[in-house]
C-alpha cells in the first residue's frame, strides 16, 4: 500500500507541472510550505456528571485552526505558503478540497508565532493551492484569538484535532453569576 503522504506529494507536483505549463509564471514552493491538512487546537469546559460524547463543539472556550511549521529559525522560514486539502479515502478514492480560511495561525516550535492569512480566493475547482502570506507576530494574533474567544470554522473529517477538556469548577461558577 503506498503511503497517503508520497501520493499527495506525487499530486501536488502533478498539479504544480500542469498549471506551471498552463500558465508559465507558477513560483515553486517548497514542499516543506505546501500543506494538506490543518491542524486545530481547542478548550472545551464539562461539568463532572456530562460525558465527552455528550459536549457540542459550540460550547468550546476557543477554537483554533493552525499549521505546524518545523522551522525553528524564523529567517529561514518563507513569505507565504500554500494549502489545500488532500487525502486519501479507504475506498482509494482522493478527496481534495480548500479550505475557506483566510487566516490560520503558525505554531512554530512550542508556540503560535504568527499567521498566515489569504491572499488569493478559494478556488472553485480545486485544482490549485490556495496561497498564504506569513506574518510573524510573536504570539500576538494568538493572544487575540484567546481572549475574544474565537471559534473557527471546524471541518471534523479534514483535521488533525487536539481538544482539551476541563472540568467546570461550579463554585466559581456561581460567584461569577452574582456578580
Not at 9 to 29: M, T, Y
Not at 109 to 137: C, M, N, T
Request: hydrophobic share 40%; with cysteine; proline share 3%.
Amino acid at each position: 500500500m503506498i503511503n497517503a503522504t508520497k501520493i499527495c506529494v506525487f499530486i501536488s507536483d502533478c498539479i504544480d507541472d500542469v498549471c506551471a505549463a498552463i500558465l508559465k509564471d507558477l513560483p515553486a514552493v517548497n514542499h516543506e510550505y505546501r500543506f494538506n491538512c490543518v491542524n486545530v487546537y481547542g478548550q472545551i469546559p464539562k461539568a463532572k456528571d456530562v460525558k465527552i460524547e455528550q459536549i457540542k463543539y459550540e460550547d468550546a472556550d476557543f477554537i483554533v485552526a493552525y499549521l505546524e511549521i518545523t522551522e525553528t529559525d524564523l529567517t529561514k522560514i518563507p513569505n507565504q505558503l500554500e494549502l489545500i486539502f488532500a487525502s486519501v479515502r479507504n475506498d482509494v478514492c482522493i478527496e481534495v478540497f480548500n479550505y475557506d480560511y483566510d487566516l490560520l495561525l503558525l505554531k512554530i516550535g512550542d508556540h503560535y508565532l504568527g499567521y498566515a492569512e489569504a491572499i488569493e480566493p478559494v478556488d472553485p475547482d480545486f485544482l490549485s493551492y490556495r496561497k498564504y502570506q506569513i506574518h510573524l507576530d510573536n504570539q500576538r494574533t494568538f493572544h487575540d484569538m484567546i481572549i475574544k474567544k474565537t471559534k473557527m470554522k471546524l471541518y471534523p473529517f479534514a483535521s488533525n484535532q487536539q481538544f482539551i477538556f476541563y472540568e467546570k469548577d461550579e463554585t466559581s461558577k456561581r460567584v461569577k453569576n452574582h456578580w
